[in-house]
């Protein structure tokens, strides 16, 4: 290791533990709406986990399951409350999920499917990125977002391989493989807000606007919701093709790919199988906007026990794909961020920024640019898409009693923003498979996410007040 590369690891531990230290002893206030100590501390705890993530200190699996302790053994929360939090879906889903990526892995499936796409581009990368881009968003807006994701970063990862492009080498084609290990997480997550089955957020966001007298139809929020979320993705793809440079695939290339394809034998009996089971559970993630218990993680645990009872996958093939990292921060991230719900860090923040008069004393346009800019920032800092409606829907209608405007203007920009971040890694699930294979680092997100999502911001306050009256909510 470098003395650069040490220095950043003590420096990022220095500040780490100093943040944790100071936010400590804070006293914390008994007066409603202050911050209590138990507040501060998390609060304190969370910092710090940004900070030694962000500089790389430690692997992130580690500090999720350092800061898991720090929370009892600094009192923020009881042991057994810190310990209940662990996202045990999270990380049945990840593992489930990973009998996904073997299975491909291990079958001519995704070559197949890459080889096509290629093929319709023209070798063109630009055009690639943005078929992918926006294939992963227009499935995702009915099917679980982890999931898609999932899948989609199968085709892309075979492409690479195909390529010979690897996260651990330097080639002329490594800011492809940058571009498409962001887009299959971030397109993923935006589609989810095309219709209401594309993540359990928009579900819980229909319900608390029913319960307000503010009701919503799936017709409606889709009227909404899917020209704003296709102009995204279109966004999205663009800034990936030109954030990440790649050359056209060469002639050679594509000759390669299409021979390793053109020559292939028909599907053997463990690929037809992998069809059917993956299949099967994508029609089982889809029912799952209405079986509850169809939920991803029981659907993708499901699926790998069929691959192994069907022969399909050995631990032999099965063991690689399975990385530790991933599985500890997949359960250990959500539940560090969901203390700061339950300690009650995240509500005295929230309102603490969207309080006072300057609010009060605007409307129309400019309030809704503000207010979308400002929950573009927030939503990078939380866990997901459900924490964000429930903490965010009744704060819009707050807002638009002040100024007395259309609340469902306020409801449907925050509704965007919910399953749409591209900003930091470390408080969405969706971001660790692809992050940990190694081709992008948070830098590189934030270099290609920060433009399009303010650009984003903009164009969904401009854009929503005349959606809404197509569909009849003005």
């Known amino acids: 290791m470098s003395t650069g590369m040490t220095k950043k690891k003590y420096l990022g531990a220095l500040i780490a533990f100093l943040l944790i230290l100071v936010f400590a002893f804070l006293p914390g206030s008994a007066t409603e709406g202050g911050m209590s100590h138990e507040a501060f501390t998390a609060l304190g705890i969370f910092l710090a986990a940004l900070v030694l993530w962000m500089l790389d200190v430690m692997p992130m699996g580690i500090v999720g399951c350092l800061c898991m302790i720090l929370l009892p053994l600094l009192k923020a929360q009881s042991l057994p409350e810190t310990i209940g939090s662990f996202s045990t879906a999270s990380v049945l889903f990840i593992v489930g999920t990973f009998g996904i990526t073997a299975a491909m892995k291990n079958s001519t499936i995704p070559q197949r499917i890459t080889n ?3 093929r319709v581009a023209k070798g063109k990368t630009k055009t690639i990125i943005m078929l992918l881009t926006i294939a ?5 807006s009915f099917m679980s977002s982890s999931a898609t994701m999932i899948m989609f970063w199968s085709f892309s990862s075979a492409l690479l391989v195909a390529l010979g492009v690897s996260a651990d080498q330097n080639s002329e084609l490594k800011s492809f493989g940058k571009a498409l290990a962001i887009s299959a997480p971030v397109a993923a997550g935006t589609g989810g807000f095309i219709t209401p089955a594309g993540t359990p957020g928009n579900i819980i966001i229909m319900g608390l606007l029913e319960q307000m007298g503010y009701p919503i139809t799936f017709a409606q929020w889709t009227i909404i919701a899917a020209p704003l979320g296709i102009v995204a993705l279109i966004i999205i793809g663009f800034f990936l093709g030109r954030v990440f440079k790649s050359p056209n695939l060469t002639r050679e290339q594509m000759d390669k790919l299409e021979k390793e394809t053109g020559n292939l034998p028909p599907l053997t009996r463990n690929e037809i199988l992998t069809i059917v089971i993956i299949a099967a559970m994508i029609v089982m993630w889809f029912l ?13 645990i499901l699926g790998l026990s069929l691959f192994f009872l069907c022969d399909v996958l050995d631990m032999k093939k099965f063991a690689p794909e399975c990385n530790l990292n991933t599985v500890l921060l997949m359960g250990t991230a959500p539940a560090i961020a969901a203390t700061l719900a339950s300690t009650g860090a995240l509500a005295v923040i929230v309102t603490g920024v969207f309080s006072g008069a300057v609010f009060q004393s605007m409307n129309g346009i400019i309030l809704l640019v503000l207010v979308s800019l400002i929950l573009m920032i927030l939503r ?26 259309n609340p469902f203007l306020l409801f449907m920009v925050a509704s965007f923003w919910g399953p749409t ?4 890694i470390y408080t969405e699930p969706i971001f660790l498979p692809t992050y940990a294979e190694g081709y992008y680092t948070e830098k590189d997100l934030l270099k290609f996410g920060i433009i399009p999502s303010v650009i984003l911001a903009v164009l969904v306050a401009v854009l929503v007040s005349p959606l809404c009256s197509i569909a009849g909510l003005i």
Do not use: E, Y
């Open 116 to 118: 096509f796409v290629v």
């Open 136 to 140: 992963t968003g227009l499935i995702s």
């Open 421 to 424: 971040d591209m900003l930091l």
């Open 288 to 300: 799952g906007s209405w079986i509850t218990i169809l939920n991803v993680a029981v659907v993708a």
């Open 380 to 405: 990078a800092f939380m866990p997901t898409p459900a924490a964000f409606a429930s903490l965010f829907i009744p704060l819009m209608a707050t807002i638009a009693g002040l100024t007395g405007g």
